[in-house]
């Protein structure tokens, strides 16, 4: 069968990255290792989070009523009982951040609203009921959903499932990414990239391989248990590169080639049920496509935000900046505050105007560029967690 | 000695953080295990790149001169010579990406730009000399400085250190943090918060400790070998808290308190020559001076991108938020699309005010707050790597 390049719009990459199904493992974790994983089940308060009433801050436990009129000029003294003692019109106990509230306040005076003289306590602000108090249920009522199922957790909120007596929990696993090398180079560079962009974007590399065959790639693709396979090189259209072949033989082709460049030899379809992507060989067209569209499914699966790992930043382009139509070109840029400057494009062959520029700016397929001092969004390379 | 409440701006707890100096172990990894670290040596290049001329793409070797006056009406034949061979005048020979440039060629012609019948290659388009090549030393010089010591390493650079002929590299290790719970909880839920913090935000954890008394305190902080010490609890004024007297004991306490709200009992100083940080003990008030100073500080050490972990966004008030003169106020919102809305101050003693905040504002000591309709940056709590 004679393959003619005859590549798919990006938006079709993208729509292809964004269905791709997911049955993710999962697995229980300890709380502390549980941040930035994503929650499996939905997780409910067993008990009201305070179960009792809490005081909110250190101070002095009192009933609200005694304290109407106290000023400054006006201090009204109270009776110090111990910490932990009931508390009655007249008095006033010491309490801490947390601790249940005494019985008979309803009311924490901060430890700045009063003064300790000798035996009483001089009460120098009118505070109202409740005030420095943390209600029963207040943090969550019991039965409230806490966290639910499919949420990335936050550092707070394995707090709060802390708080409510919540030990271990499962969550899903990191997707699995093999890669397969296919490339005919010499030294392989995309190897050890690929493993770092993977890990970046919330995944775990399961195994990295080298193929040197259609029969070798066609025998893993058959047998593969990894959630998403990357191969790179190949993509060609010369005998050697043989990972299409091997990929329409044991699974399906979706998509062969798009319109993006660098990286327009992107090939995309599935094998065992599972998702596959044929990434070029030439380390820059590997990297951009990978950012593309192999982030983008990476990213939503393990629960990450955006479909690109950078920050972006605005920046005022110093020179035009000229785009072919038909193609979604990633232009690598030098930014230096909120100024950028595209590198030249006979760059694109080279794989340090990737390491040379501090970030690029996406193109569209249907726009010819911008002139000079057009505000564009830069992504910068360096600004990825 | 009586301690008064008598806060530092947060600009002194901010320049604290940025002076912490810190002599990061070196070690030794892959270059796949590298990506995200911190380079510890310059890295340069020990031969060109390529050390040869190469093909950028597949396509036809030939020298350009042939290709003059060639068209889509004016193919121009040239004779097909095998993969590799010396390329005449008259020849042209298949190459493949990365190959080295055949002896006699000049120029590799792309595949659509030229068909192959029979025994010869009709050339189709006019290319000048140089063109589909990549040059001896085009990606690098021999010499060239590839990446310079204390760069975080990019997926990128791992590539182009990979095609340098690299394999390991000295990167400096992640800074170690001890994690003291101090605090008077009956359920912590610091320690395993901030654990998920310190690693999104660079750092490695050495130990959680449990301490119940000054004195073990103060012997865990005189032989302190971590890179960083928060201890969590004990901020406050009352006896139990040991937390402050145990770091004047053995240490310097630098800032008691800080014009940060919530968060605002967090003591800096140092012990045994490294930086330790006491935190609230209240969960919300913990997240909040963590995020303000210790992420600042660790994020720095690690080489990751920002003062804060969170990515931005623009946004409008959909209704005024009012803010103390003297505090520089963390205020939690609700964001929807680009517009925002403030929890209530009443919240600012609940944790799950963080929990059902989209994110936060920073609102700067002088200010009073903001209208309606206004334009304020936000910090996304969701989006952090």
Same mark, same amino acid.
């Given at each position: ?67 109407? #009129? ?39 005076? #901060? ?91 919330? #995944? ?98 393990? #629960? ?82």
């Amino acid at each position: 069968m004679q393959r003619i390049y005859s590549p798919a719009p990006a938006a079709t990459a993208f729509d292809w990255a964004d269905r791709q199904p997911w049955s993710a493992p999962v697995l229980e974790k300890t709380l502390a290792d549980a941040v930035g994983f994503v929650l499996a089940q939905d997780l409910v308060a067993a008990t009201a989070i305070p179960s009792v009433a809490i005081s909110a801050h250190d101070g002095f436990a009192l009933q609200a009523a005694e304290t109407l #009129g106290a000023g400054d000029y006006n201090p009204l003294p109270l009776r110090l009982v111990g910490a932990g003692e009931h508390v009655n019109p007249g008095s006033a106990g010491p309490v801490f951040a947390g601790d249940p509230l005494p019985e008979g306040a309803d009311a924490v005076l #901060g430890l700045d609203q009063g003064e300790i003289r000798g035996a009483n306590l001089d009460v120098a602000t009118s505070i109202a009921p409740g005030e420095g108090v943390i209600q029963i249920g207040e943090e969550c009522r019991r039965g409230q959903l806490l966290v639910p199922a499919g949420k990335r957790l936050r550092a707070q909120d394995i707090a709060r499932l802390s708080l409510a007596g919540h030990d271990r929990l499962t969550v899903r696993q990191a997707p699995r990414v093999n890669i397969c090398l296919a490339g005919h180079f010499q030294r392989d560079a995309n190897g050890p990239m690929l493993t770092g962009l993977v890990r970046r974007d919330g #995944g775990e590399i399961v195994a990295t391989r080298r193929v040197r065959s259609a029969n070798e790639l066609t025998s893993l693709l058959i047998s593969e248990s990894a959630d998403l396979t990357l191969v790179v090189g190949g993509t060609g259209y010369a005998d050697r590169d043989f990972a299409v072949a091997s990929l329409q033989h044991c699974g399906t082709v979706a998509v062969d080639g798009v319109t993006i460049h660098p990286g327009g030899s992107l090939i995309l379809g599935e094998s065992n049920g599972r998702p596959v992507m044929i990434l070029p060989g030439t380390p820059l067209a590997c990297l951009c496509a990978y950012d593309l569209v192999a982030a983008r499914l990476l990213r939503r699966w393990a #629960g990450r935000p955006g479909d690109l790992p950078y920050r972006q930043r605005e920046v005022s382009l110093t020179r035009k900046l000229v785009s072919r139509i038909g193609l979604l070109e990633i232009a690598r840029l030098r930014i230096d505050g909120d100024t950028g400057e595209s590198l030249a494009v006979a760059d694109d062959r080279l794989l340090s105007s990737s390491t040379r520029a501090d970030g690029f700016t996406l193109l569209a397929e249907n726009s010819e560029g911008y002139p000079a001092g057009c505000r564009i969004t830069a992504y910068l390379y360096d600004e990825y967690d």
